[in-house]
């Protein structure tokens, strides 16, 4: 009798374990979207901050597919936005959810835990330029999620954010991967080619990258071993779905 407890007890144990390895399995990993603080354009006085559409595209693709997302700048608080549009119905979907509250009271960099993340997605917005690139913690939060497996995301001048990322094996993450951005001609475009700190392609390009790019404001996304790029505004939704379909394999 006794045995035949054992016996009982050591097969629901196991039943109970493999149940939990399961569950465990199933569990969708949260992604993380970064958005900058930094709300002038050097000196002209122009607002900026992040691009609304850059995070809605995105964020609406991967909340459907049941994905939490948590947002993070590098001051945390209220971020400064820009390009705000609720005639584009996806943004004002957006603005009226329950993550428009997270994104205002969004995380600072040191009360992010790298491991709770499948993704790190850096939006873009011209303010990214100012603070991205030199965050180390962000930084080090990306690097850390990709060495854990994960995808690295950016999009327009979101990649600002991957120009000084650097692996354990000391290389930059940009180095001999597919990368796009937003494209010089298009900053030329926006009269900001002496404004912005630096030209996002040329310093990819100093990295290592492989820079791809099409012609202005078309879409185009590529997929370089788990570090997905968009190169603009009209990327941003495609960047949702290419960051979908890796999580997907």
Not at 64 to 70: L, R
Not at 104 to 110: E, H, K, N, T, V
Request: proline share 4%; charged share 25%; glycine share 8%.
């Amino acid at each position: 009798m006794k045995k035949l407890a054992l016996l009982i007890l050591a097969l629901f144990t196991v039943g109970f374990i493999q149940s939990q390895t399961k569950k465990s399995k199933n569990m969708k990993k949260k992604i993380l979207f970064v958005v900058t603080s930094h709300d002038k354009k050097g000196d002209t006085g122009e607002e900026t901050g992040y691009y609304l559409g850059e995070v809605s595209h995105p964020w609406e693709v991967l909340h459907k597919a049941g994905y939490e997302i948590d947002f993070v700048s590098p001051k945390g608080g209220t971020p400064p936005v820009d390009g705000f549009d609720l005639n584009d119905s996806v943004n004002k979907k957006f603005w009226e959810s329950k993550d428009k509250s997270k994104i205002d009271q969004s995380l600072q960099p040191s009360q992010v835990n790298p491991n709770a993340y499948s993704t790190i997605f850096y939006a873009g917005g011209h303010g990214a330029m100012w603070d991205f690139a030199d965050n180390t913690e962000l930084s080090k939060i990306a690097s850390k999620i990709y060495e854990n497996g994960g995808i690295v995301a950016a999009v327009c001048h979101g990649p600002a954010g991957l120009v000084n990322i650097k692996l354990n094996n000391g290389k930059y993450l940009v180095d001999g991967k597919k990368i796009n951005a937003f494209t010089n001609e298009e900053e030329a475009e926006v009269k900001l080619t002496n404004v912005v700190p630096f030209l996002l392609e040329d310093k990819l390009k100093e990295r290592g990258a492989k820079f791809e790019k099409s012609g202005l404001w078309e879409n185009h996304v590529v997929t370089d071993q788990r570090v997905i790029t968009g190169q603009n505004p009209q990327s941003a939704k495609s960047v949702g779905e290419a960051i979908l379909k890796e999580l997907n394999k």
